[in-house]
């Protein structure tokens, strides 16, 4: 490492104090069951034992957290599929090589399983030369041919890889093949998704069986994974975040922390760049309004924060540090030139790495080190600038929530610029505020059991889920029941009055598997987050009935109407259920009652239901899910800015389209059934005007095209 150069001594001479602190905050603690982690008699831990009492599909689909074990999910499925259900071949492909050594030869019968899981090394292209580019290196697709006409059963490649492949080969040349796709994320519908578009075509044929998996589902360009025709041939396992970290051994805790600062981020990185944790940190991107242009001295510029340098180890390639305080740091730089940059991540995947702690301390990257890395020691993962979706978010969360000995608190940190008030781009500024707003919402989704909404029945109909536990006084008819489900699949049970059911096989999997995928998809519905938390004269019905009801059509375009309305309740229901058990927790706190360990949504909820008057449908809906962000981010932004930004977005013209013009017009057709009159334009109440100006502007639009 070069001596401290000019931006070290800046990054050293820091201000004292942050401008702005953090937001918002979230802590969410786990029983640490150790479920997750034990094996059954075939050497299956929990998720993995999910999934194969699936392995009969022809379609599958996996989501499961990092760290889950969904590799060797893949393994045992992929052996049962060519041994016991007549499959030819597996093709294994992977985004990138690193990923490829997740599926190295395993003795599983060591472990009780029938057989192991064995790849010729000449098939697993991922340790090929230039595989990471296959168009230059045509060995590589040249061998997926070769494979398919040998007598070898099992071959990994990466994406890239596969596409080349498939382009020459045709759909054809797959049949009677396992082709499995991991980090299925990587494919979407969209016409220029090469791998999305070989595997719709390969769906089409219908003669592979394919297995998909990924950790983070949602895709962070909101474009749909699969067509809603091809996505209703998956059958689904799905096993939560909630799940995974509840029966972790030792983790029991994860907090998720957004702060925004001014000026440089090395002048406040060490407000949250605690060296004593061991920490992924991952710079801004060169293109990104973070970055200072110059990857090589920002990372120079934090080791100079960490400590001074001592040496680079000629073995590992790693530098050593020593802090203030005489410690010693051993500092993994993956930014470094490319010769470097072999040799430490060669030594990031020693085995070692991961069975000592003190391997190493400090890992600096830029685009590396996040889907697919293992490293269990990781404590803290910290990101400077958003990164480019809510899935990569999520990948890089994933690298700190692995259970290690010893470890018993991970936690994730998002340093963001502030936007500068005084400059006339400022509005390009916003999108790494709502992105990283998006993000904490729905982590907060994530980390959390999932939602069972029930329609409130009449008092005759009304009884008890089985295995729900709705507190003292257990389920009362026609009260406010509110129970959890505590085990494998750990669940709140809600009843809310006016709440539709499914009426349709589908609606019913949607309804049950999908409100996570469809609150991300809100999520990153960029002129809905901006309506919501700026425009103050915006009402939260635009966002909770008329937006939310255009993406939950687009998504599933072929459910009935009342499966579209039902789905589009429980999206609602599942944003506002953090809403109410924030205001719940807020009151127990004020009345001086102690929230419980691992208890606190349950309470918050159940307080929050006490408080009014019934749980229905209108209520949900006149909840605004974002002003919980919205009452923090105006605690800790700059009034100025938040000002300028409010002005900003509130003073976006925004014309009615189409489709919510339909849906406020269907809004307004119900309205007029109730009321006996159509909603009026000049109302006082906001939303029956806002149904009126739909009404005007569908008529608006039938004129136009009826031109």
Same mark, same amino acid.
């Given at each position: 490492?070069?001596?401290?150069?000019?931006?070290?001594?800046?990054?050293?001479?820091?201000?004292?104090?942050?401008?702005?602190?953090?937001?918002?905050?979230k802590t969410v603690e786990f029983a640490q069951s150790g479920a997750s982690k034990k094996s059954d008699e075939l050497g299956m831990r929990e998720m993995q034992a999910r999934a194969y009492?699936?392995?009969?599909?022809?379609?599958?689909?996996?989501?499961?957290? =990092?760290?889950?074990?969904?590799?060797?999910?893949?393994?045992?499925?992929?052996?049962?599929?060519?041994?016991?259900?007549?499959?030819?071949?597996?093709?294994?492909?992977?985004?990138?090589?690193?990923?490829?050594?997740?599926?190295?030869?395993?003795?599983?019968?060591?472990?009780?399983?029938?057989?192991?899981?064995?790849?010729?090394?000449?098939?697993?292209?991922?340790?090929?030369?230039?595989?990471?580019?296959?168009?230059?290196?045509?060995?590589?697709?040249?061998?997926?041919?070769?494979?398919?006409?040998?007598?070898?059963?099992?071959?990994?490649?990466?994406?890239?890889?596969?596409?080349?492949?498939?382009?020459?080969?045709?759909?054809?040349?797959?049949?009677?093949?396992?082709?499995?796709?991991?980090?299925?994320?990587?494919?979407?519908?969209?016409?220029?998704?090469?791998?999305?578009?070989?595997?719709?075509?390969?769906?089409?044929?219908?003669?592979?069986?394919?297995?998909?998996?990924?950790?983070?589902?949602?895709?962070?360009?909101?474009?749909?994974?699969?067509?809603?025709?091809?996505?209703?041939?998956?059958?689904?396992?799905?096993?939560?975040?909630?799940?995974?970290?509840?029966?972790?051994?030792?983790?029991?805790?994860?907090?998720?922390?957004?702060?925004?600062?001014?000026?440089?981020?090395?002048?406040?990185?060490?407000?949250?760049?605690?060296?004593?944790?061991?920490?992924?940190?991952?710079?801004?991107?060169?293109?990104?309004?973070?970055?200072?242009?110059?990857?090589?001295?920002?990372?120079?510029?934090?080791?100079?924060?960490?400590?001074?340098?001592?040496?680079?180890?000629?073995?590992?390639?790693?530098?050593?540090?020593?802090?203030?305080?005489?410690?010693?740091?051993?500092?993994?730089?993956?930014?470094?030139?490319?010769?470097?940059?072999?040799?430490?991540?060669?030594?990031?995947?020693? =085995?070692?790495?991961?069975?000592?702690?003190?391997?190493?301390?400090?890992?600096?990257?830029?685009?590396?080190?996040?889907?697919?890395?293992?490293?269990?020691?990781?404590?803290?993962?910290?990101?400077?600038?958003?990164?480019?979706?809510?899935?990569?978010?999520?990948?890089?969360?994933?690298?700190?929530?692995?259970?290690?000995?010893?470890?018993?608190?991970?936690?994730?940190?998002?340093?963001?610029?502030?936007?500068?008030?005084?400059?006339?781009?400022?509005?390009?500024?916003?999108?790494?505020?709502?992105?990283?707003?998006?993000?904490?919402?729905?982590?907060?989704?994530?980390?959390?059991?999932?939602?069972?909404?029930?329609?409130?029945? =009449?008092?005759?109909?009304?009884?008890?889920?089985?295995?729900?536990?709705?507190?003292?006084?257990?389920?009362?008819?026609?009260?406010?029941?509110?129970?959890?489900?505590?085990?494998?699949?750990?669940?709140?049970?809600?009843?809310?009055?006016?709440?539709?059911?499914?009426?349709?096989?589908?609606?019913?999997?949607?309804?049950?598997?999908?409100?996570?995928?469809?609150?991300?998809?809100?999520?990153?519905?960029?002129?809905?987050?901006?309506?919501?938390?700026?425009?103050?004269?915006?009402?939260?019905?635009?966002?909770?009935?008329?937006?939310?009801?255009?993406?939950?059509?687009?998504?599933?375009?072929?459910?009935?109407?009342?499966?579209?309305?039902?789905?589009?309740?429980?999206?609602?229901?599942?944003?506002?259920?953090?809403?109410?058990?924030?205001?719940?927790?807020?009151?127990?706190?004020?009345?001086?009652?102690?929230?419980?360990?691992?208890?606190?949504?349950?309470?918050?909820?159940?307080?929050?239901?006490?408080?009014?008057?019934?749980?229905?449908?209108?209520?949900?809906?006149?909840?605004?899910?974002?002003?919980?962000?919205?009452?923090?981010?105006?605690?800790?932004?700059?009034?100025?800015?938040?000002?300028?930004?409010?002005?900003?977005?509130?003073?976006?013209?925004?014309?009615?389209p189409y489709e919510e013009a339909r849906s406020l017009a269907l809004r307004a057709r119900d309205f007029a059934k109730e009321r006996g009159r159509p909603p009026s334009i000049s109302a006082?109440?906001?939303?029956?005007?806002?149904?009126?100006?739909?009404?005007?502007?569908?008529?608006?639009?039938?004129?136009?095209?009826?031109?």
């Open positions: 490492m070069a001596k401290t150069d000019e931006m070290g001594k800046n990054s050293i001479e820091r201000v004292q104090n942050m401008t702005q602190p953090k937001i918002p905050t009492s699936k392995r009969g599909e022809q379609y599958l689909l996996i989501k499961s957290p =990092p760290a889950s074990g969904k590799s060797r999910a893949l393994m045992f499925i992929a052996l049962d599929k060519l041994h016991q259900q007549g499959l030819k071949k597996a093709i294994i492909i992977v985004p990138e090589r690193s990923i490829g050594g997740s599926f190295g030869n395993t003795a599983l019968s060591d472990y009780g399983f029938m057989m192991d899981f064995e790849v010729e090394p000449k098939w697993n292209l991922c340790n090929a030369p230039g595989a990471d580019e296959p168009r230059a290196n045509k060995s590589t697709v040249k061998a997926v041919g070769e494979f398919l006409a040998s007598d070898d059963r099992i071959l990994i490649c990466t994406h890239a890889t596969f596409r080349f492949a498939f382009e020459d080969i045709g759909a054809a040349g797959f049949d009677e093949c396992l082709v499995a796709i991991d980090e299925f994320h990587h494919v979407s519908m969209s016409e220029d998704n090469v791998l999305g578009r070989h595997l719709a075509e390969l769906i089409v044929r219908d003669k592979v069986h394919v297995v998909a998996m990924t950790g983070s589902y949602f895709r962070g360009d909101a474009v749909p994974v699969l067509s809603p025709g091809d996505e209703e041939k998956f059958k689904t396992v799905t096993y939560t975040y909630y799940e995974q970290l509840n029966g972790y051994d030792y983790l029991k805790s994860l907090s998720l922390g957004y702060y925004f600062y001014s000026g440089l981020y090395l002048n406040d990185l060490s407000e949250v760049l605690d060296s004593n944790l061991k920490t992924i940190l991952h710079i801004p991107n060169v293109n990104a309004r973070e970055s200072t242009k110059d990857k090589i001295k920002e990372a120079e510029g934090i080791m100079a924060l960490l400590g001074t340098w001592k040496y680079k180890d000629p073995d590992t390639g790693f530098h050593v540090l020593e802090t203030e305080d005489g410690r010693t740091l051993r500092v993994a730089d993956l930014v470094e030139d490319e010769r470097d940059r072999e040799k430490v991540m060669a030594s990031l995947k020693d =085995p070692r790495a991961n069975e000592e702690r003190d391997w190493v301390d400090i890992i600096i990257a830029l685009g590396m080190a996040k889907e697919g890395f293992d490293w269990i020691w990781c404590e803290h993962a910290l990101t400077v600038g958003y990164r480019s979706s809510l899935t990569e978010i999520i990948q890089i969360i994933g690298r700190s929530t692995r259970d290690a000995p010893g470890k018993t608190h991970a936690r994730f940190t998002n340093l963001i610029a502030e936007p500068d008030a005084s400059e006339g781009a400022v509005t390009d500024a916003i999108n790494d505020t709502l992105k990283a707003i998006a993000a904490s919402l729905l982590m907060e989704q994530v980390l959390i059991p999932n939602f069972k909404f029930t329609p409130k029945r =009449p008092i005759e109909q009304s009884k008890p889920q089985e295995g729900f536990d709705y507190g003292e006084g257990g389920f009362q008819a026609g009260g406010k029941n509110i129970g959890v489900r505590e085990g494998d699949q750990a669940e709140f049970h809600i009843e809310i009055a006016g709440l539709k059911d499914p009426t349709t096989e589908e609606g019913k999997r949607v309804c049950e598997e999908d409100i996570k995928e469809l609150v991300a998809a809100v999520l990153q519905d960029k002129p809905t987050v901006e309506q919501a938390l700026f425009n103050l004269d915006a009402i939260p019905e635009e966002t909770t009935v008329v937006r939310t009801m255009n993406i939950v059509r687009k998504r599933y375009p072929n459910l009935p109407a009342e499966d579209q309305e039902a789905a589009r309740q429980r999206v609602v229901a599942a944003m506002n259920m953090m809403e109410a058990a924030s205001r719940g927790t807020a009151a127990l706190e004020a009345e001086g009652i102690e929230i419980k360990a691992n208890m606190q949504l349950l309470q918050g909820i159940r307080k929050f239901a006490t408080d009014v008057r019934d749980l229905d449908v209108d209520l949900i809906d006149s909840i605004n899910p974002f002003q919980s962000a919205y009452s923090i981010l105006s605690k800790t932004m700059n009034e100025s800015v938040l000002r300028r930004l409010q002005t900003i977005i509130t003073g976006k013209k925004i014309s009615i006082s109440d906001a939303w029956e005007r806002k149904m009126a100006e739909g009404v005007q502007a569908l008529k608006r639009h039938t004129a136009k095209n009826a031109k």
